[in-house]
T-cell receptor
């Protein structure tokens, strides 16, 4: 089983739609959780950290369920510029960061 | 530019040759990571350093791969006797680790390796 698993998509949504991505992780001792965004042929960039209580940054909401070892990212009012791959990231072991395969989002006009 | 820089951006080599990549992290960052990414996959962990100490190396990494960070600043990743399967984007990232659980990575633009 992979340490971090994501649905690869692609998710095709129209502008203005709400879309949710899920991620599961295998190591129950994992401590930190993040969502990164990666545009085509670019490096990953931090989108947001994920806190136990859930957190929101504008149109983006992240949730963590430690009991189910599950992380989610919700994007409201999708924009064309949200089209990218969203990478779920978990710290494990000596706190190295492990990436999922990413979920590709395509927002169309 | 004060971000993470990688050199070269692109490298084309013949199978069996050795290649070396360089990464210069953000100056005050104490941790430096190497990842490898192929098309349609997320970045795969290779190794990382805290200052000059190499803390972990992926079990998936063969003996042909070696990385150094001799003075705790820049790092090099060498691949000996390259194989076609080594073709990938090699990403370097750095972070300022101060304990706790909120380590944020900053990535360089990567080195795209093509082994012919």
């Amino acid at each position: 089983r992979k340490e971090v698993e994501q649905d690869p998509g692609p998710f095709n949504v129209p502008e203005g739609a709400t879309v949710a991505f899920n991620c599961t992780y295998s190591n129950s001792a994992s401590q930190s959780f993040f969502w990164y965004r990666q545009d085509c042929r670019k490096e990953p960039k931090l989108l947001m950290s994920v806190y136990s209580s859930g957190n929101e940054d504008g149109r983006f909401t992240a949730q963590l369920n430690r009991a189910s070892q599950y992380i989610s990212l919700l994007i409201r009012d999708s924009k064309l510029s949200d089209s990218a791959t969203y990478l779920c990231v978990v710290t494990t072991g000596f706190q190295k960061l492990v990436f999922g395969t990413g979920t590709r989002l395509l927002v169309s006009p | 530019d004060t971000g993470v820089s990688q050199d070269p951006r692109h490298k084309i080599t013949k199978r069996g040759q050795n290649v070396t990549f360089r990464c210069d992290p953000i100056s005050e960052h104490n941790r430096l990571y190497w990842y490898r990414q192929t098309l349609g996959q997320g970045p795969e962990f290779l190794t990382y350093f805290q200052n000059e100490a190499q803390l972990e190396k992926s079990r998936l990494l063969s003996d042909r791969f070696s990385a150094e960070r001799p003075k705790g600043s820049f790092s090099t990743l060498e691949i000996q006797r390259t194989e076609q399967g080594d073709s990938a984007m090699y990403l370097c990232a750095s972070s300022l680790f101060q304990g706790g659980s909120n380590e944020k990575l900053f990535f360089g633009s990567g080195t795209q390796l093509s082994v012919l």
